[in-house]
């Protein structure tokens, strides 16, 4: 009997990612010095970290091709979020991409990343940011809940725009949160792997902020958490507040553009 052909290979598995240790300690840094490129391991203690970020450059073979394809194949939606006591329109496109449907490349990347991590990736959120305009402010996905012990992948086509990783310290401090000094900026684009692991999503924020650039970047995510430690349950602003004057209700929602 002739053996059924073996599927064409799209991805890239045979690279390593490379560890990029993030800053726990406060290194004593200069203004000169902020938003520290990922090399300068002055001040990393990657023995001690919980939070750790794996990153595989040029992991697509193809990487205009699958971003071409996911821009005119992929079901784009607007949605919006829910600030305090509004929704606001999220300044980029998503879609729910389900694992049955993803096409060969992503659930190649999807399999790879179950393998190489040893749990399951399925289904994989998609983001469309059409150009510098579209952005993702400063977040952790604290939806994941157990925030202990988690990963989010991200595989990133398009423009290779900065992302922000920065300590979470205390978020209701104003002057801390726009403490830009322990920043790690990466620059994941045309085919990129990015893995955020341990406790980056309790520990870290990240995002994707706005650029003049008027180029189109895709990133699909996939994430897991291990449930284990104690659940966050602090609220969220997405959660919203009711003011019993008002008719607007907290709640997601989406429409296709
Ligand atoms: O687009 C990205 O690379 C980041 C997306 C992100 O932060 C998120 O969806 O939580």
């Given at each position: 009997m002739a053996e059924a052909p073996l599927p064409e290979l799209l991805i890239r598995r045979d690279l390593e990612p490379t560890r990029i240790p993030l800053r726990i300690e406060a290194p004593d840094v200069d203004a000169g010095e902020q938003a520290g490129a990922a090399s300068d391991s002055h001040g990393v203690s990657e023995l001690d970290a919980s939070s750790w970020c794996d990153y595989t450059t040029g992991f697509i073979r193809d990487p205009e091709g699958l971003l071409e394809e996911l821009i005119t194949e992929v079901k784009w939606e607007q949605s919006e979020i829910w600030r305090y006591d509004h929704a606001v329109p999220e300044r980029r496109l998503g879609a729910h991409l389900r694992f049955s449907d993803l096409n060969p490349a992503l659930r190649q990347t999807a399999l790879h990343l179950s393998a190489h991590y040893r749990v399951r990736f399925t289904d994989a959120t998609a983001l469309y940011y059409r150009n510098g305009n579209d952005f993702q402010g400063r977040h952790s996905d604290r939806s994941l809940k157990w925030l202990d012990n988690t990963l989010v992948a991200g595989l990133v086509l398009g423009d290779s725009r900065p992302f922000q990783l920065r300590p979470?310290?205390?978020?209701?401090?104003p002057v801390a949160r726009a403490d830009a000094r322990h920043d790690v900026v990466l620059f994941p684009g045309k085919g990129d792997l990015l893995v955020m692991g341990g406790a980056c999503q309790r520990e870290w924020v990240h995002g994707v902020p706005e650029t003049t650039s008027h180029e189109p970047r895709i990133s699909v995510i996939w994430r897991w958490t291990s449930r284990n430690g104690r659940p966050d349950t602090a609220p969220s602003y997405r959660e919203g507040r009711h003011y019993s004057d008002s008719t607007n209700r907290p709640g997601p929602r989406s429409r296709r553009v």
């Amino acid at each position: 009997m002739a053996e059924a052909p073996l599927p064409e290979l799209l991805i890239r598995r045979d690279l390593e990612p490379t560890r990029i240790p993030l800053r726990i300690e406060a290194p004593d840094v200069d203004a000169g010095e902020q938003a520290g490129a990922a090399s300068d391991s002055h001040g990393v203690s990657e023995l001690d970290a919980s939070s750790w970020c794996d990153y595989t450059t040029g992991f697509i073979r193809d990487p205009e091709g699958l971003l071409e394809e996911l821009i005119t194949e992929v079901k784009w939606e607007q949605s919006e979020i829910w600030r305090y006591d509004h929704a606001v329109p999220e300044r980029r496109l998503g879609a729910h991409l389900r694992f049955s449907d993803l096409n060969p490349a992503l659930r190649q990347t999807a399999l790879h990343l179950s393998a190489h991590y040893r749990v399951r990736f399925t289904d994989a959120t998609a983001l469309y940011y059409r150009n510098g305009n579209d952005f993702q402010g400063r977040h952790s996905d604290r939806s994941l809940k157990w925030l202990d012990n988690t990963l989010v992948a991200g595989l990133v086509l398009g423009d290779s725009r900065p992302f922000q990783l920065r300590p979470r310290r205390d978020w209701r401090d104003p002057v801390a949160r726009a403490d830009a000094r322990h920043d790690v900026v990466l620059f994941p684009g045309k085919g990129d792997l990015l893995v955020m692991g341990g406790a980056c999503q309790r520990e870290w924020v990240h995002g994707v902020p706005e650029t003049t650039s008027h180029e189109p970047r895709i990133s699909v995510i996939w994430r897991w958490t291990s449930r284990n430690g104690r659940p966050d349950t602090a609220p969220s602003y997405r959660e919203g507040r009711h003011y019993s004057d008002s008719t607007n209700r907290p709640g997601p929602r989406s429409r296709r553009v």
